[in-house]
């Protein structure tokens, strides 16, 4: 969708040409103005993204320490999160 204007203008471009087109100092002209803009705005866009599934999925610690599962011994912990690891990717398989 994005090319086919382009080609679009290429190909109107080498029919009629009205002007040189000098396209290294075009370019570097255009990305100079565009680079800044489109930078601050993906890191907005995934600063909000992140901000809104954190929002929206993450348990609150409060629920995950009245659980009483951090004062278990760190190999329990650890071993636990293997198995749920593996079974929730087994499940996963298993409904795909």
Avoid: H
């Avoid at 969708?1 to 029919?15: A, D, N, P, V, Y």
Wanted: hydrophobic content about 50%; charged content about 15%.
């Amino acid at each position: 969708m994005f090319f086919c204007s382009g080609g679009i203008f290429t190909l109107w471009e080498k029919q009629i040409p009205l002007r040189q087109i000098e396209y290294k100092s075009e370019f570097l002209k255009e990305v100079r103005t565009t680079i800044l803009p489109t930078f601050l705005f993906s890191i907005i866009n995934t600063l909000f993204i992140w901000a809104t599934l954190a929002k929206l999925f993450i348990v609150p610690a409060n629920f995950i320490e009245s659980t009483g599962f951090l004062t278990l011994p760190m190999w329990v912990r650890l071993i636990t999160a293997y198995l749920v690891k593996d079974f929730g990717s087994s499940v996963l398989s298993m409904l795909n």
